[in-house]
């Protein structure tokens, strides 16, 4: 099993930035995918997540409205769109896949974890 994550970077404030996660390993479509974040010093966090078929997602509060969440179960990929980025979005994104039909929020009841990208928000 595996999943990579791409994307991260360094950004400005007000900046825009698309994670990506290559999934493989495992059968995609069966799995509710996940992204989550950490920032030094603080725990892992959950940031959006959609169901198998796509069709719900769900987000943290501090990301409603400017975060997207995706997935193409053709092409074993789930994404995260990042607009109108804070300095406070600045930590360790992962990818994460949960082999349930509903949308969980908390990081134990995921089954498989990326290693990580970086996302920083600094002028």
């Known amino acids: 099993v595996q999943l990579v994550e791409s994307g991260g970077g360094l950004v400005q404030p007000g900046g825009s930035l698309r994670l990506s996660c290559a999934a493989s390993g495992f059968t995609f479509g069966s799995y509710a995918m996940g992204w989550f974040r950490q920032a030094p010093g603080k725990e892992r966090e959950f940031v959006a997540a959609?169901?198998?078929?796509?069709?719900?997602?769900r987000y943290t509060d501090s990301v409603k409205g400017r975060f997207t969440i995706s997935r193409d179960n053709a092409k074993y990929t789930v994404s995260l769109q990042m607009n109108s980025l804070k300095p406070e979005d600045t930590a360790v994104y992962y990818c994460a896949a949960d082999n349930t039909i509903i949308i969980r929020t908390t990081a134990p009841s995921y089954d498989y974890w990326g290693q990580g990208t970086q996302v920083t928000v600094s002028s």
């Open positions: 959609i169901r198998r078929t796509g069709a719900t997602t």
